[in-house]
């Protein structure tokens, strides 16, 4: 499945979605959009932040692993994994012509995905599904978000 960003004009003012190629709505990070809209972030803050979101997905697809596996993850797992999605996007893969990434670029797009992971912490997403997990582990990929860059 590929993730991809969609926007709408609601109040004469764009809206993104991040849909599934069977056109469904991916409910969890477009919440996360829509929050940023409500806290009136920029039209482009929310937009790379829609389209840094549709790579991570893609990029967990593509992984065979679900966004809520990573929380489970040990730390240096989850470093590694975070880590492995900055070469991912670096080489171009998220692109259709695999075009490279500036490192400017790609740390940004590890910042949008460490926000919306520090968004799910706070409205406590995963707690019905994995109790008290949960919190050690989003401390541990929170504590990843404190870094400016992890590699580059």
Request: aromatic content about 14%; charged content about 20%; glycine content about 4%.
């Amino acid at each position: 499945m590929k993730y991809r960003v969609v926007s709408v004009l609601k109040d004469n003012r764009p809206r993104f979605l991040i849909i599934s190629d069977i056109e469904e709505i991916e409910i969890l990070p477009s919440k996360y959009l829509k929050h940023l809209d409500q806290i009136n972030a920029s039209p482009n803050t929310v937009k790379s932040a829609a389209f840094a979101l549709s790579y991570y997905y893609n990029y967990l697809q593509e992984q065979t692993i679900g966004l809520d596996e990573i929380t489970l993850l040990s730390y240096s797992e989850q470093n590694k994994h975070f880590i492995d999605f900055l070469y991912w996007v670096k080489s171009g893969k998220h692109t259709e012509h695999n075009t490279q990434t500036s490192n400017k670029t790609c740390n940004m797009y590890l910042g949008a995905v460490f926000r919306y992971y520090h968004f799910l912490a706070l409205e406590d997403v995963f707690i019905h599904h994995i109790c008290g997990k949960a919190v050690k582990s989003f401390r541990k990929i929170l504590s990843l978000s404190g870094k400016k860059s992890i590699i580059f």
